[in-house]
């Protein structure tokens, strides 16, 4: 444990003590949000993102330790173990080295190579190896045994040659040796399987590629997995790239001067030559292809994983739009819009179905249904899905924010991704069991603009959607990963214990599925919990587990005003030494920056609270409860810009980013089909990693460069100087100078023109709308007074 804890200590550049103690805590059974908020002076401040490295490294080198026992007690078993063998696999700090060591003790099936030294066939191998003066046909007929299986000197040297090649194979070494040389210098190629042209067209930038083994990116790597997955692409591994046809590869002189074979025309030099060929060519090529290609797809995985989880925290991480009263807004063509009313606490108020769009082209009735929800409930949000008929939804929301324009109700586009799958699930049955499932979507959909991070936890993560090649990775690993993401979001935030969901609360340090749901039923039976002490008396919540959760759940308006902030409850002893040393009550001092900022936080310090948590401590009492998350904002799309076919190359529109991945950010424009910046576009200045200039949710400025209607891509820009491509407009079979008068009249009649236009407009799609609109605005204004 010592050496797995100077590693790790190594390699995040901190004291070994800090690691030895959160790997004890972890031990304990702590978690990281609980370690890396609570225990900072016991780890010497490790943050949460040091500690999941920690944690995961932990796990792996653990698995080393215990392999590398099994293997030292193999090999001991075999008589078999020198000390320069052990030394070498004590020093081996990769599962690959430790099994290449391994090899040649490791019990297999009876090979080629072991079946000719079962013949007596070693020493004739050795003997040639060692001296290649030596004529290997002549050398070759004292081995002749037709009883052995040896009928001719051919199959002696056959089985000696075997012999060698797998003695070579097995070498670690060796096989280090050319294993970096081909990371360094080999090429990874691509090339179309016959046939599969026009069925794998997506993969036509793949169908003749090659680029350098170590520097593909990660998208173009699982891309080409993906496309040879699919039995469209053929992966290889080119030793020795620039070279046609090459009459030997390198690797066969890294094989020669390893063993330091030299051919200089001695009678067994050709043979040996013939070994050292068959050696990289039949055993070494094939394994390091497999090997150095899964070495490729993993990094590659773990990239996306990682690119996954930025931006699932992101996504979890979005400004919430607060307790407000909530319009959900599912949109459907034939089977109609899903509606659903949600109070300020997420509770369901009201349900209806609405039929605007064709084939029934209800648009006036369906206004006044929603008109009639807003004035009734005091709705303040709208929350359109933006999945199939958003736009068509979006401009029914917009006229109704016509008629209340002189209320605060806001429409909002909102990522629906995941909706579906909340619906039918388990929980969302027991939630709402008489409910139909469609309108359990318009549900989720308006909460998750009122708190995106307590109603996402209730979905799968790899269900949200922002995930780069999400399918083609280790679906375990995913889940660890994103759940990681998850655990550590809620926690930042913080959950309140009285209204917080069963899926949220099992997110909570300490907590799982078992006490998330006793911790339901008990606040519900006791009409709420009044303080933090009372989680103790939930069923199976024993002290350990309120250790772990108590700081990270809220009670708001509770007995204890503390209980509403992170200070955790062994802390309350330094708040009562603030309070005395301030000489104030509580709820004088709570949010006091002022009267807080003059005390000495070293004179508050003693053997239980070090100065890391009496700073903390301090800044929680000036800001208590404070939300990390940032300040809510929305994106306006464009109107009359509802699908591709509506964009223009030098548009510049206004979007939602919705993922970002290694090459660029993808941003939701309003027309069905996300476009791409790519890192180029992200910025006038050089950008290595967009997420360091733009993060999923986050609302952009862009401009149209390019649109491909065939095959369904929009490429844009966050430069606004940046150049339009030519030939954007041809690629949708319109002229530009057609388009662009279009669009310029379709602008004038939604920005330019009269009110009364409008009304005709709205006449059209539902007869006379003028005395309609005008009771809607009365009811509107009604409400306001009331």
């Known amino acids: 444990m010592l050496n797995i804890n100077r590693t790790i200590a190594d390699e995040l550049a901190v ?10 805590l972890l031990d304990e059974g702590s978690t990281v949000p609980f370690i890396a908020r609570y225990r900072k002076e016991v780890t010497g401040g490790l943050d949460d993102t040091q500690l999941r490295h920690l944690e995961q490294r932990l796990g792996y080198l653990r698995e080393l330790e215990q392999r590398r026992e099994t293997i030292l007690g193999s090999i001991r078993e075999q008589d078999k173990l020198t000390p320069a063998l052990e030394a070498d696999i004590n020093a081996a700090d990769t599962k690959t080295r430790l099994e290449e060591l391994y090899l040649p003790y490791k019990p297999k099936r009876r090979t080629k190579g072991q079946i000719a030294i079962e013949a007596g066939l070693e020493p004739l191998a050795d003997q040639l190896l060692s001296d290649p003066t030596l004529e290997p046909e002549s050398t070759a007929e004292s081995f002749v045994d037709a009883d052995k299986g040896i009928a001719d000197t051919k199959a002696a040297l056959d089985g000696a040659r075997y012999i060698l090649m797998e003695r070579f194979a097995e070498d670690a070494a060796l096989l280090q040796q050319i294993r970096e040389y081909l990371w360094h210098n ?10 599969q ?24 790597a699982l891309a080409m997995f993906r496309g040879r997955n699919e039995g469209v692409l053929q992966l290889s591994l080119d030793a020795d790239p620039g070279q046609e046809a090459p009459s030997s590869s390198h690797c066969e002189s890294i094989i020669a001067s390893h063993l330091n074979l030299h051919f200089s025309g001695r009678a067994a030099d050709r043979w040996l030559q013939q070994v050292v060929q068959w050696t990289w060519k039949i055993k070494i090529n094939l394994y390091m292809e497999t090997e150095l290609l899964n070495k490729v797809r993993e990094t590659a995985e773990e990239e996306a994983i990682k690119v996954f989880a930025n931006n699932l925290k992101d996504v979890l991480m979005a400004a919430p739009a607060g307790r407000k009263v909530t319009l959900g807004l599912d949109p459907g063509l034939r089977t109609g819009t899903k509606v659903a009313v949600v109070g300020s606490t997420g509770q369901l108020l009201d349900t209806a179905t609405i039929y605007p769009h064709a084939p029934q082209n209800q648009w006036q009735k369906s206004l006044q249904i929603l008109a009639a929800l807003c004035v009734k409930h ?12 958003s736009r068509e939804t979006d401009k029914l929301a917009g006229e109704l924010l016509k008629l209340a324009k002189d209320s605060k109700l806001q429409k909002v586009m909102v990522s629906e991704a995941g909706a579906s799958v909340y619906s039918a699930s388990e929980f969302a049955a027991r939630e709402f069991p008489d409910l139909d499932v469609s309108i359990r979507g318009a549900v989720s959909i308006a909460r998750r603009l009122q708190d995106p991070l307590a109603e996402l936890v209730k979905i799968e993560p790899k269900s949200i959607g922002v995930g780069q090649y999400q399918h083609d990775v280790t679906q375990s690993m995913l889940a660890k990963g994103l759940d990681a993401v998850v655990e550590d979001c809620v926690n ?3 959950v309140d214990v009285n209204t917080a ?13 078992t006490l998330a749901t006793n911790i339901v039923a008990f606040r519900d039976s006791e009409g709420g919990i009044k303080n933090r002490k009372q989680l103790l008396k939930v069923p199976r919540l024993g002290p350990k587990a309120f250790e772990q959760c108590a700081g990270f759940l809220r009670i708001n308006d509770g007995d204890n005003p503390l209980d509403a902030s992170s200070v955790h409850p062994e802390a309350y002893p330094l708040v009562e030494k603030i309070l005395t040393q301030a000489a104030a009550p509580i709820t004088s001092v709570m949010g006091d920056t002022g009267k807080l900022r003059k005390l000495n936080p070293e004179l508050l310090t003693d053997d239980s609270f070090g100065l890391p948590t009496v700073k903390d401590v301090l800044r929680e009492l000036e800001k208590p409860g404070r939300d990390p998350r940032p300040a809510f904002e929305t994106a306006a799309f464009q109107e009359g810009v509802e699908t591709m076919a509506d964009l223009v190359p030098g548009m510049i529109l206004e979007g939602v980013v919705t993922n970002v991945a290694n090459f660029g950010a993808f941003v939701d424009i309003g027309v069905h089909q996300d476009g791409l910046v790519h890192i180029s576009h992200l910025s006038d200045q050089f950008v290595s990693d967009p997420r360091d200039v733009v993060k999923a949710g986050q609302v952009v400025k862009v401009k149209v460069l390019e ?36 669009r310029a009249s379709h602008s004038g009649n939604q920005r330019g023109g009269s009110q009364g236009g409008r009304n005709q407009g709205a006449g059209n799609r539902g007869g006379n709308a003028a005395p309609i ?13 009331r």
Not at 15 to 24: F, L, R
Not at 186 to 195: D, E, I, K, R, T
Not at 378 to 389: D, K, M, R
Not at 715 to 733: F, K, P, Y
């Open 773 to 785: 609109n005008s009771a809607f605005a009365d009811a509107f204004a009604n409400a306001k007074k």
């Open 501 to 513: 969901s069963a899926p949220l609360l099992t997110r909570v340090s300490g907590l799982n599925t």
């Open 378 to 389: 005091q709705v303040e949000l709208i929350a359109i899905g933006n999945g199939t008929a």
């Open 197 to 220: 042209e026009q069925a794998g067209a997506k993969f036509s930038d793949y169908f003749e590629h090659s680029e350098a083994l170590k520097r593909v990116p990660s998208h173009r």
């Open 15 to 24: 004291k070994e003590a800090q690691i030895t103690a959160a790997v004890n």
């Open 492 to 494: 930042a935030v913080g």
């Open 186 to 195: 080999a090429q990874l190629s691509s090339q179309v399987v016959a046939g």
């Open 707 to 742: 649109v491909d209607l065939p095959r369904k891509r929009i490429s844009l820009s966050c430069r606004m100087e940046a150049e339009v491509i030519q030939g954007g407009g041809d690629s949708r079979g319109a002229a530009k100078p057609a388009r662009n008068q279009t």
